[in-house]
């Protein structure tokens, strides 16, 4: 079993940044994968970012990409979201994401998820 606590959501203007974080405990061992996806209101949940626990090929949203970074540390088992010139349409529950193996990436399923923190961006 692993655990995904999210940290670092809040209200931000627009053009701010903030940064999430990730920590993972647990089974942490055989870790494939992380990720971040995000769910407005109404809406359905979608992928952000997602790096590997061991490489260094990240994958972003075409929504996202230029403005925020996925990056880890994996003595600390956590993993980061800098979200900077962020937008109002950027407000959403933000959500980490875990995938033990590459079948779990290529289906876009992970197998665990964090409880999701919020993010609003006032305009």
């Known amino acids: 079993q692993v655990q995904l606590v999210e940290s670092g959501g809040g209200l931000v203007q627009a053009g701010g940044s903030l940064r999430l974080s990730c920590a993972a405990s647990?089974?942490?061992?055989?870790?494939?994968?992380m990720a971040w996806f995000r769910q407005a209101p109404g809406k359905e949940r979608l992928f952000v970012a997602r790096?590997?626990?061991?490489?260094?090929?990240?994958a972003y949203a075409d929504s996202v990409k230029g403005r925020f970074a996925i990056s880890r540390d994996n003595a600390k088992n956590t993993v980061y979201l800098q979200m900077n010139s962020l937008k109002p349409e950027d407000t959403a529950v933000y959500y980490c994401a875990l995938y033990k193996s590459s079948v779990a990436v290529v289906n876009g399923r992970p197998d665990y998820w964090g409880q999701g923190t919020q993010v609003t961006v006032s305009s």
């Open positions: 647990g089974d942490t061992y055989s870790n494939y994968a």
């Open positions: 790096i590997p626990w061991r490489g260094v090929t990240t």
